[in-house]
């Protein structure tokens, strides 16, 4: 699993409602990000932390939340006010010395 | 602009039948580029970096080659379970984020 889980695997969410997506690593990295991946496309970054408490936004921001209050988790909200959260999100750990990135198995979000 | 651009989109090869997938790159300032293989429905699993142009690594029936513009996923007489999609990402010397391509869809035929 890369060092990382996610959870749950698949989630269904229902029109104007936010959902929390979990992500927990277990080697110590301080580096953690969040990407969405949709069909044909290359991976978008969301957001990502280098260290407790501190996070920026990526590319593609509008609509998600973060927080870092743990080193080992990195939780992310999808909130209502993203107009398309229907996509497969994965999390990733960046190790420091060859910052080389590793993936959790990731979450598929489903809005009915 | 950085960009990485990953050829064919899809490739379908017969048992045994050796190939290459292309990434190329524009970044400022390479730092290092990521070959990574993907299955459907799960994460993406790491497979090499490269440095500096000239730098080859290999694993099993893959050999990834590097040069200033672009690098080379070489698979050598694959078989069915090598079917994935291959990702390519670099990284500049500017910051910590990955720019990504969109991937190389591989199937193998038995």
């Known amino acids: 699993d890369g060092g990382i889980t996610q959870s749950p695997k698949y989630l269904f969410r229902k029109e104007g409602q936010n959902v929390t997506l979990s992500c927990e690593q277990n080697l110590n990295h301080d580096a953690m990000y969040w990407y969405r991946q949709d069909p044909g496309q290359g991976l978008r970054l969301i957001y990502y932390?280098?260290?407790?408490?501190?996070?920026q936004k990526g590319d593609i921001a509008e609509g998600y939340s973060v927080s870092r209050e743990k080193k080992e988790s990195f939780p992310l909200t999808v909130t209502s006010a993203q107009k398309n959260p229907t996509a497969f999100y994965l999390c990733?750990?960046?190790?420091?010395?060859?910052?080389?990135?590793?993936f959790g198995p990731g979450t598929r979000l489903t809005v009915l | 602009e950085d960009q990485v651009t990953q050829s064919p989109e899809a490739l379908r090869l017969q048992e045994g039948e050796s190939s290459s997938l292309n990434c190329s790159y524009t970044?400022?300032?390479?730092?290092?580029l990521f070959w990574y293989r993907q299955d459907p429905g799960k994460g993406p699993e790491f497979l090499f970096t490269l440095y500096s142009a000239g730098e080859e690594k290999e694993k099993e029936r893959l050999k990834a080659t590097l040069t200033k513009k672009e690098s080379f996923l070489h698979i050598t007489a694959p078989k069915p379970e090598d079917s994935a999609t291959y990702l390519c990402a670099v990284q500049g010397n500017s910051n910590y984020q990955l720019i990504w391509g969109a991937g190389t869809k591989l199937i193998i035929k038995p």
């Open positions: 970044v400022s300032g390479l730092r290092g």
């Open positions: 932390s280098q260290i407790v408490n501190d996070f």
């Open positions: 990733a750990r960046r190790t420091t010395s060859t910052d080389t990135q590793y």
